[in-house]
């Protein structure tokens, strides 16, 4: 079941978050750290009515953020359309017990139907130069990988960012 994720929600996001991130440096991809992602953006999510959940036998197990703001790093991009009806994915994450199950297929299926029946020209992401699964995870589902942009205080190496036009 996917829902709208609420403050109370925030602890156990913060939980499956930690889990991914341990679970990424584990596997020599350093993409999210103690200081991304963070209490305060979920905070940001839920007020802007953002944030999603997925629950499992009523067990929150993942969540993604789908957002009509375009963060200022992805301003010099050269995008497939016009800035101007587009959904921004971030924060997609999955705990390890439950990924290769499905689960963020389904929360990308929402987002894209969502996109849809709201009529966006395109979804927007970025995903870590070195998260080899999630750039096949995001080409399988059509996006086109573009350019690079860079977030200096999660890494040294790029972030790719992705389009699907819808």
């Known amino acids: 079941m996917i829902r709208k994720g609420n403050h109370t929600d925030i602890n156990r996001i913060l939980k499956i978050t930690k889990a991914c991130t341990e679970l990424m440096i584990k596997n020599n991809i350093f993409q999210w750290n103690d200081f991304y992602p963070n209490e305060n953006a979920f905070k940001k999510d839920v007020v802007r009515e953002e944030l999603y959940v997925i629950a499992f036998d009523s067990e929150?197990?993942?969540?993604?953020?789908?957002?009509?703001?375009?963060?200022?790093e992805y301003m010099p991009v050269s995008w497939l359309t016009q800035?101007?009806?587009?959904?921004?994915i971030h924060r997609l994450a999955v705990h390890p017990e439950h990924q290769?199950?499905?689960?963020?297929?389904?929360?990308?299926?929402?987002?894209?139907?969502?996109?849809?029946?709201?009529?966006?020209?395109?979804?927007?992401?970025d995903t870590f130069s070195k998260n080899l699964r999630n750039q096949k995870f995001y080409e399988l589902r059509g996006y086109k990988r573009l350019e690079e942009i860079r977030f200096p205080n999660q890494s040294e190496h790029p972030f790719y960012c992705y389009e699907l036009v819808l």
């Open 60 to 72: 929150l197990i993942g969540c993604v953020t789908i957002s009509t703001l375009m963060d200022k």
């Open 83 to 88: 800035s101007k009806k587009n959904l921004y």
């Open 100 to 125: 290769g199950k499905g689960y963020a297929q389904q929360l990308m299926a929402f987002a894209e139907t969502y996109a849809i029946s709201n009529e966006f020209n395109s979804i927007r992401l």
